[in-house]
């Protein structure tokens, strides 16, 4: 028999249902309304109702029967212990280009955990490749309309994607795009690209083939693999170049242009690094389809520049007094650079020094400021000019911790190089604010995700 889930309440809000209720942190839900709640999507789908009946057991062994008269949708102000009410489901694949694979041993613990897990593609926006859902998960998507869902597709040919992702059953996971799609379920989807493997022809192949889920396959994104120097007795991968990145974005161009003539949508998008390789400009912001694969790095700089020049336009500029230093990944580099130089333009008296960090940890190749660790600042800033404070982008943190890949925290790095460090968020108008030292309050906790491999 099935042991029944207990949820145990971490935080009642304050002027919550719940705290009139008088319910309490170390409280159980054992159930509402009668039926069992397996995970947070459960639980928010029973809450809705203007009418419940919670069964909650006290910390002394009571169990209380309460009942509740609400508006519909309202929430009852409770936190649990466990966000997703259930354990987090790991990865059964073994992809040929998974970077978790690619670390060095010694890591914090939580660094390996491969995460598969449907519920957090809603929650939290990652990218799920099907491998780990059956037919109830797929009902229960298409019973709460949870939308949008985020696909690690790689590649429509079944008998490759079981090879890219090591997993005999990959190919024919596939079949869940055609059931999300008739019923009309919200879709972006991800190709890993990687030399040789899924690229060219096999490319074109998976791109017409996703096409055919629009309108409600939304967009896609193709991101290149990332490719750390700890690959021993791994699939061998190729890094590529700047022809082959040409290549990509020559392609994505051409799909681009057919798309939007049939559906007014560009569908298929390449990274910035894409771009970046290239050397090509970046795509105008209305290419972007109102950035759906941004937290995938596609579209990251056009926004980053657009919103930059609509904080220069508002601004008179002076001649305030200022020097500070920004540290960035070899990806950025030459954006901040130009960035800064268009608000010197206004502010002539502000001197900022701007330090491209190699990845000795990761290796070269990883060129993303998200992946960059403490070591390599400390090694690579000591003894630099600083200035009165030195800017990060609050990628190179932890979530909701001030703490850099390799466990080195902000103020080990702050005594280490004697220097005030400043957390900058993502957007042009907060790094052009901290540029320019107006800065309402020192971010030091990174407030959301962002993917960039």
């Known amino acids: 028999?099935?042991?029944?889930?207990?949820?145990?309440?971490?935080?009642?809000?304050?002027?919550?249902?719940?705290?009139?209720?008088?319910?309490?942190?170390?409280?159980?839900?054992?159930?509402?309304?009668?039926?069992?709640?397996?995970?947070?999507?459960?639980?928010?789908?029973?809450?809705?109702?203007?009418?419940?009946?919670?069964?909650?057991?006290?910390?002394?062994?009571?169990?209380?029967?309460?009942?509740?008269?609400?508006?519909?949708?309202?929430?009852?102000?409770?936190?649990?212990?466990?966000?997703?009410l259930d354990e987090y489901r790991s990865c059964r694949n073994h992809c040929i280009f998974c970077f978790i694979d690619q670390m060095p041993k010694g890591m914090r613990e939580t660094l390996y955990f491969k995460d598969d897990d449907s519920r957090l593609s809603f929650l939290q926006g990652n990218y799920i490749t099907l491998t780990n859902m059956k037919e109830?998960?797929?009902?229960?998507?298409?019973?709460?309309?949870?939308?949008?869902?985020?696909?690690?597709?790689?590649?429509?040919?079944p008998s490759l994607r079981c090879e890219m992702l090591r997993n005999r059953f990959a190919g024919e996971k596939l079949k869940w795009i055609d059931r999300l799609y008739q019923a009309e379920i919200l879709m972006n989807g991800q190709i890993v690209l990687c030399k040789g493997v899924n690229d060219k022809e096999e490319l074109e192949r998976t791109i017409s083939d996703l096409s055919k889920y629009l309108p409600f396959m939304q967009s896609v994104s193709v991101v290149p693999v990332g490719i750390s120097k700890y690959r021993e007795g791994l699939y061998p991968l190729e890094p590529f170049k700047k022809e082959d990145a040409v290549e990509v974005i020559e392609r994505v161009h051409w799909w681009q242009k057919r798309f939007y003539q049939e559906y007014g949508n560009h569908f298929i998008h390449a990274a910035d690094e894409w771009y970046i390789l290239a050397e090509y400009p970046m795509p105008e912001a209305e290419n972007y389809d109102g950035y759906l694969q941004y937290e995938n790095g596609v579209g990251m700089v056009r926004m980053f520049q657009?919103?930059?020049?609509?904080?220069?336009?508002?601004?008179?500029?002076?001649?305030?007094?200022?020097?500070?230093?920004?540290?960035?990944?070899?990806?950025a580099y030459s954006y901040i650079q130009?960035?800064?130089?268009?608000?010197?333009?206004k502010y002539p008296r502000i001197k900022v020094l701007v330090y491209s960090i190699r990845n000795d940890f990761f290796g070269e190749q990883i060129t993303v400021a998200g992946l960059l660790t403490g070591t390599d600042l400390i090694a690579q800033l000591s003894g630099q000019e600083l200035g009165e404070e030195l800017l990060l982008p609050e990628v190179m943190l932890k979530a909701e911790e001030s703490v850099f890949l390799d466990d080195i925290t902000l103020e080990e790095l702050e005594n280490t190089l004697q220097v005030k460090v400043n957390i900058v968020k993502s957007s042009g108008q907060d790094f052009f604010r901290s540029v320019i030292g107006e800065v309402l309050e020192q971010r030091r906790i990174r407030e959301g995700g962002m993917y960039e491999l």
């Open 1 to 84: 028999m099935t042991e029944k889930k207990e949820h145990r309440i971490k935080q009642v809000l304050p002027g919550s249902i719940a705290e009139e209720l008088e319910l309490e942190a170390g409280d159980v839900l054992l159930s509402i309304s009668g039926a069992e709640v397996e995970d947070i999507f459960d639980y928010h789908f029973l809450v809705e109702d203007t009418y419940l009946e919670l069964l909650i057991r006290k910390e002394n062994g009571e169990e209380w029967e309460l009942e509740i008269e609400k508006e519909y949708d309202e929430d009852l102000g409770i936190v649990f212990e466990n966000g997703l």
């Open 136 to 157: 109830k998960d797929i009902e229960r998507i298409i019973r709460y309309h949870l939308a949008p869902i985020n696909i690690s597709v790689h590649t429509t040919n």
């Open 338 to 345: 130009e960035a800064v130089l268009e608000i010197q333009k």
């Open 306 to 331: 657009d919103e930059l020049a609509v904080e220069l336009e508002k601004m008179q500029g002076d001649m305030r007094v200022r020097q500070i230093s920004i540290a960035t990944g070899v990806l």
